[in-house]
């Protein structure tokens, strides 16, 4: 399924509730939904700078596609993440890099955020574009799977 069609899943899917509240209690589920990393995970080398809560982003290259393990401490951020996760996992690096996240604003997220929660998500955005960068140059050179950097 390409990124496109899983952001299109999640408009759906958040536009069945009615008002902000609502929204607001699917994103923490998801947020709880969202598989936490191991503690050794946890580490300076995957937290986002920027966020005003810790959150960590773990990629790897499986098959040529990349693939995000996420947590954070606060559980809208970790909701947030997991939005993230969900959309840009298991995307070549290419697609990473061409799609926009404006799904976000479809949803209502990027509405209901303070200045420091918006400021996050920006540096949430980056860190998978960064990876894709990353990871670009390893499929170049012919490199199909990979660890963390």
């Keep these: 399924m390409d990124l496109p069609t899983r952001a299109n899943i999640l408009i759906d899917e958040f536009g069945q509730f009615n008002d902000w509240e609502d929204r607001y209690r699917h ?10 990393i191991s503690e050794e995970l946890q580490t300076e080398k995957f937290k986002i700078n920027g966020c005003q809560s810790q959150v960590w982003l773990v990629p790897s290259l499986k098959d040529g596609k990349i693939q995000f393990e996420a947590s954070s ?17 298991n995307a070549t690096p290419e697609e990473i890099l061409s799609f926009e996240p404006d799904y976000l604003k479809k949803i209502g997220i990027t509405d209901h955020l303070s ?3 918006t400021n996050g998500l920006a540096s949430m955005i980056k860190q998978i574009k960064m990876y894709g960068v990353a990871y670009q140059a390893l499929v170049a050179k012919g490199v199909q799977n990979a660890d963390h950097p």
């Design 115 to 117: 200045m420091n929660r």
């Design 73 to 89: 401490d606060a559980m809208i951020v970790k909701g947030i993440i997991s939005l993230l996760v969900e959309v840009y996992s």
């Design 27 to 36: 994103l923490i589920q998801k947020g709880k939904n969202l598989s936490d």
